[in-house]
């Protein structure tokens, strides 16, 4: 059993909420048990309390008006945190030092440096810490990553991800909405473009370590779009190009730009073939094999991976449990070295592009 605590009540917050409440045997899982212990909200108690009324939660769930109060209850064996870009090191600093552990939303910091803290941190303490990436942990993931392993398209070449929002944020929303606002680490970069490089770093670097689990750091270009009014990113483009196996990676993203939902959102190149994978990026849903020996490429072998039942944000939580309950530390499925190096790339693009969020939350 695994007794989580939630900070803040967003949408974020309402989609694992309401995951954590599923009961687990409805996915096949028997060996775990989530308990939603506490919930918190920055802004009042009152908050806490009706989100708690909307997830329907059990009587026996405390609300909390603060983070910190929530940290300091005992009974909080984990804290899931989805607060804004900006507050993640705070509040994720601030849960280790209060002896919790901590799944921690993507984009883990907002760069490099802050997210080495953290792991530095949980590590001196002992404490589990992992990116909430929840895409590496879907079956579906699981199931292209053995395609792969078994020679299905041959040796990887290339990987090209997309994930755009398709929305004029700005104007729907203001400028001070958490996706275009600086002063919140807005920008497609933080938000979308981690879904894309999750999968070119599975495939390109995850997957292909070398047999003492090594490999060269990437080469990193990139090109942004900025908002004419804000300054953060509204497209970023990056591409990513990995030395030891001459293999690249093309990751694009948008607040903008508008996706044909029926076209695959990644492809997976091989020199016999490749993979497509439709639906969003973050929350792929069907996958398609191309064999270029066959005698009809159009004959393609297609497969569903429907989600039953909830978000699928249970996933990236058993994981959690499973880890705790085994006396680990950090996932093997998305390491902290590996998120460290993602978040270095991403300081890259910012570098190259001229892109600096508010020195108070670039600070570590």
């Given at each position: ?14 989609k ?10 409805t996915?096949g ?5 989530h308990?939603?212990t ?10 806490a309390r ?13 609300a909390?008006?603060?983070y ?7 009974s909080?064996g984990?804290?899931y ?18 002896g ?9 910091t ?32 699981q199931?292209?990553?053995?395609l ?11 990987v ?17 909405h958490?996706?275009?606002n ?6 497609a970069?933080l ?7 999750t ?10 370590l070398?047999?003492?689990g ?11 779009i ?7 990113d509204?497209?970023?483009?990056v591409v ?7 293999a ?5 993203a ?5 996706s ?7 492809r ?10 439709f ?11 191309v064999d ?5 490429t ?5 497969k569903?991976?429907d ?9 990236e939580?058993d ?5 705790l309950?085994?006396?680990?530390r950090?996932?093997?499925v ?19 592009n001229?892109?600096?969020y ?7």
């Open positions: 059993m695994v007794n989580w605590g939630i900070i803040s009540t967003g949408n974020n917050a309402t694992f909420a309401k995951d954590l409440l599923i009961d687990p045997s996915r899982v028997h060996d775990i048990t308990t939603l506490a919930v918190a909200s920055s802004t009042s108690l009152e908050k009706s989100f708690l009324s909307a997830m329907n939660a059990p009587s026996t769930t405390t909390y008006g603060s910190n109060s929530l940290f300091a209850d005992p909080v984990i804290v945190i989805t607060t804004p870009h900006s507050e993640h090191f705070q509040n994720a600093r601030a849960a280790l030092l209060a919790k552990h901590v799944l921690l939303e993507k984009s883990f907002v760069n490099a440096a802050q997210a080495k803290t953290l792991v530095a941190l949980a590590r001196e303490k002992g404490l589990f810490l992992m990116e909430a990436m929840w895409t590496r942990f879907f079956p579906l993931m199931h292209v990553r053995q792969v392993r078994d020679g299905a398209i041959g040796s990887v070449q290339r090209v991800a997309d994930r755009n929002l398709g929305r004029d944020v700005e104007r729907l929303y203001g400028t001070e958490r996706l275009v600086p002063a919140l680490a807005g920008g970069l938000d979308l473009a981690v879904y894309p490089l999968w070119i770093f599975q495939f390109l670097y995850h997957d292909s070398s047999s003492d090594t490999k060269s750091r990437p080469l990193v270009s990139s090109s942004v900025k908002y004419a009014a804000t300054g953060v509204e497209t970023a483009t990513v190009t990995f030395p030891d196996s001459k690249q990676g093309v990751a694009t948008s607040l903008r730009v508008t044909d939902p029926t076209d695959p959102g990644v997976i190149f091989g020199h016999k073939g490749q993979i497509q994978i639906g969003p990026a973050a929350r792929p849903l069907s996958i398609a094999v270029y020996a066959a005698a009809d159009r004959a393609v072998e297609r569903d991976f989600i039953p039942v909830g978000h699928g944000l249970f996933w939580a994981a959690c449990a499973r880890a309950a085994g006396g680990e950090e996932s093997d998305i390491p902290l070295d590996e998120t460290v190096l993602i978040m270095e790339v991403l300081d890259q693009v910012r570098e190259q001229r892109l600096r508010p020195d108070d939350i670039e600070s570590s």
